[in-house]
């Protein structure tokens, strides 16, 4: 487990694509490092939306995955919440709709997103990027570019 100042906190901001778009193609990649994730919003109704989206989100595939209130939820590789706990022990917290990070501990990278298109949600990034660099996190910020996802800073 890592300590809460060993995790990496990323900022990943859509202009491109919506959320839906770009957060399985990123779960992937988390799952294909062996690694477990959270996705926390803040709205209930995404983690409604979230839960049948990403199962066909796409013909070939789907993101084993579920509500983190289910029976089980510690197995799951993916889990959808509103809450702050990690139950399946997620190496990547990832936060949408402006929802909180909360204690980093355990975590090695979280990763948020937000629509730059979205005047509330970039403000709320930018509030984050200041706490998550005052509590010592090392931070990334990556732009979405027609060539996929650029590193700015």
Same mark, same amino acid.
């Given at each position: ?32 490092? @062996?690694?477990? =994730? ?12 979230? /839960? +049948?989206? %990403? ?46 990070a @909360?204690?980093? =501990? ?12 979205? /005047? +509330?949600? %970039? ?20 732009k ?10």
């Amino acid at each position: 487990m890592a300590d809460a100042a060993a995790c990496e906190v990323w900022f990943y901001h859509l202009e491109r694509t919506g959320l839906d778009q770009a957060l399985p193609e990123l779960l992937e990649k988390t799952l294909q490092r @062996g690694w477990k =994730a959270i996705v926390r919003s803040s709205a209930r109704e995404r983690i409604d939306h979230l /839960d +049948g989206w %990403l199962w066909s989100y796409r013909d070939e595939s789907f993101l084993p995955h579920a509500p983190a209130d289910e029976p089980n939820a510690a197995r799951q590789p993916i889990l959808l919440t509103t809450r702050t706990e990690n139950p399946n022990a997620a190496d990547a917290l990832f936060l949408v709709d402006g929802a909180e990070a @909360g204690d980093l =501990a355990g975590y090695q990278r979280c990763i948020v997103i937000f629509d730059g298109a979205d /005047d +509330g949600q %970039l403000q709320n990034a930018r509030a984050q990027f200041r706490e998550a660099k005052a509590r010592g996190h090392p931070v990334s910020y990556w732009k979405q570019q027609a060539r996929g996802w650029e590193k700015q800073a």
